[in-house]
C-alpha cells in the first residue's frame, strides 16, 4: 500500500513561528493550581493590584449614560487626541499634532501597528534585551529579523551605544527598547539617550520604537524621551498608554506618536484591523489625562516601598544575584548560580524554565523564566502586589531555593 503521509499543518508559518506569551502561560498554570485548592502567590503577570481611580471610572460611567456608544474614528477621538497632545508638550516638552497620534486598543497593538508598518520580511530590527516577551514576537510575525542587543548585568542590563553603533547593518530598519525597561526596571538616562539619538542621526534610515508606558513608576527622577533629541526626533515613534501609570489594564488603551506619514500608516492598518477602540475607554483615557498623575503618584510610592521589600530579602538568598530596579514593578534576578542543582525529588533544574516550574510546585509562587526575556539566566517577580503577599512570597521563595 502507498504510505500515508501525516497532514501538514493548516497553520499559517507565521502563526507557528510564534510562541506563546511566556507571561500568559504562566499566569494560566497558576490559576489551574489555584483552582485544585492551592495558595498560589502569582508574581507572573505585569498588572497594577490597585483600582483604577474613581474619577476616571465616573467618566466612563458618564459616557455610558450621555450615548457615547457609537464608532469613533479609527485613530481615536480627537478630545483624546489633543489631550495626548497636550500630555506630551507638559511633560515630555513634544510638539505633536492629532494628525501624528494613533489611538489603539492598549499599547500592545500602538506596537503592532508601528511593527507592521514599518518592517518588511527580511529586515532586521534591533531589540534590547532583556526585553519584553512580545517584542521579538511581534518582530516575526512581521516576517523580519531580531537582533537581541545584549546589556550587561554590570550596567544594570542596558546596552551601551557603542554596541548599538556596532549592530546596525544595512538591513537596519528598527531599534526597540522601553524604558523604564520590563522586565529589568532598568532607566535610560538622558545622558545615555543622548548617544543613543548620536548613533541614530548618523543612521536616518533607521527608525526608534520607544515602548515608555512605564514612565511615571520611575524611583530616580525625571523621565526623558528619546523623542527629545530633535536630530531623531521624525525617526523616533513613542508607545505609551494608561495601564500601569493609571491601573487601566482592563481598559485595553494605548497610543503612539510619529511623524505624519508613519501614523498614517498606522492609522490605515488599524483601519483594516480593528478600526477605533473603545469609545467609552476613550472618554476615560480623556478624563485620566486631564486629571493628572496625583493616582500614579501614590502607586509609585507604594510600588517604591515593595521593592526594597523584596530585595531586603532577596539579597539575603545565597545564589540569587538582584540588581535595583530603577523602575516599574518588577525584580529580575540571575538564578544560574542554581542551575544543574537537584530537587528533593532527584530532578535536575536545567534552566530557569525549570526553576520557575519549581518554585510554582515547591513554592507555590508564580514567576517566568527569563528565557523568554532574553535572559535565560534570570527570572522576572512582578512586585506589584501586596506588601503581605511579597513578603510570603520571597519567604517561600527562599525556604524552596535552600532545598536545592
Not at 506569551?21 to 489551574?32: L, N, Q, V
Not at 477621538?77 to 499634532?97: G, P, S, V, W
Not at 531589540?127 to 510575525?141: A, C, D, G, Q
Request: glycine letters at 6%.
Amino acid at each position: 500500500m502507498p504510505e500515508v503521509l501525516a497532514p501538514a499543518s493548516p497553520l499559517s508559518n507565521r502563526l507557528l513561528a510564534m510562541t506563546e506569551s511566556a507571561t500568559i502561560a504562566m499566569a494560566k498554570k497558576a490559576r489551574e493550581l489555584a483552582a485544585q485548592g492551592v495558595d498560589v502567590i502569582s508574581l507572573s503577570f505585569g498588572e497594577p493590584d490597585f483600582q483604577t481611580p474613581q474619577y476616571i471610572k465616573d467618566a466612563a460611567k458618564k459616557a455610558v449614560d450621555d450615548g457615547f456608544t457609537f464608532y469613533t474614528p479609527v485613530p481615536g477621538t480627537l478630545e483624546l487626541r489633543q489631550a495626548i497632545c497636550a500630555k506630551l508638550k507638559k511633560e515630555n516638552d513634544l510638539d505633536y499634532l492629532p494628525a501624528n497620534i494613533v489611538v489603539s486598543t492598549g499599547a500592545k497593538q500602538a506596537l503592532a501597528n508601528a511593527i507592521l508598518s514599518l518592517v518588511n520580511p527580511g529586515d532586521e530590527v534591533i531589540i534590547y534585551s532583556p526585553y519584553w516577551v512580545s517584542y521579538e514576537e511581534m518582530v516575526k510575525l512581521a516576517e523580519g529579523v531580531p537582533v537581541p542587543l545584549v546589556g550587561t548585568l554590570e550596567n544594570d542590563y542596558k546596552a551601551t551605544a557603542a554596541q548599538l553603533e556596532a549592530a546596525i547593518t544595512p538591513r537596519t530598519k528598527l531599534i526597540m527598547y522601553s524604558s523604564p525597561c520590563n522586565p529589568t526596571g532598568s532607566v535610560f538616562s538622558q545622558e545615555e539617550l543622548g548617544e543613543m539619538a548620536a548613533v541614530l542621526a548618523r543612521h536616518p534610515q533607521v527608525f526608534a520604537l520607544a515602548d515608555e508606558i512605564y514612565e511615571y513608576i520611575n524611583f530616580v527622577g525625571e523621565h526623558y524621551s528619546l523623542a527629545r533629541f530633535p536630530e531623531v526626533k521624525d525617526q523616533v515613534i513613542t508607545v505609551n498608554g494608561f495601564s500601569k501609570g493609571y491601573a487601566m489594564t482592563g481598559w485595553r488603551l494605548g497610543y503612539l506618536a510619529a511623524r505624519a506619514d508613519v501614523a498614517s500608516a498606522c492609522d490605515k492598518l488599524q483601519g483594516q484591523i480593528t478600526s477605533g477602540t473603545c469609545s467609552i475607554a476613550q472618554k476615560a483615557g480623556t478624563a485620566a489625562l486631564l486629571g493628572g498623575h496625583a493616582s500614579a503618584d501614590e502607586m509609585v510610592t507604594a510600588y517604591h516601598r515593595r521593592r526594597d521589600l523584596v530585595l531586603d530579602i532577596a539579597k539575603d538568598i545565597p545564589g540569587m544575584v538582584t540588581p535595583t530596579p530603577s523602575g516599574a514593578f518588577y525584580v529580575f534576578p540571575d538564578v544560574s548560580a542554581f542551575f544543574g542543582r537537584t530537587t528533593a525529588e532527584g530532578q535536575v533544574i536545567k534552566d530557569s524554565a525549570d526553576l520557575a516550574l519549581y518554585l510554582l510546585s515547591d513554592a507555590h509562587v508564580a514567576a517566568v523564566s527569563g528565557e523568554a526575556f532574553g535572559a535565560p539566566q534570570c527570572m522576572r517577580f512582578s512586585t506589584a502586589a501586596a506588601d503581605d503577599k511579597l513578603v510570603e512570597a520571597f519567604q517561600r521563595i527562599k525556604k524552596s531555593l535552600a532545598k536545592l
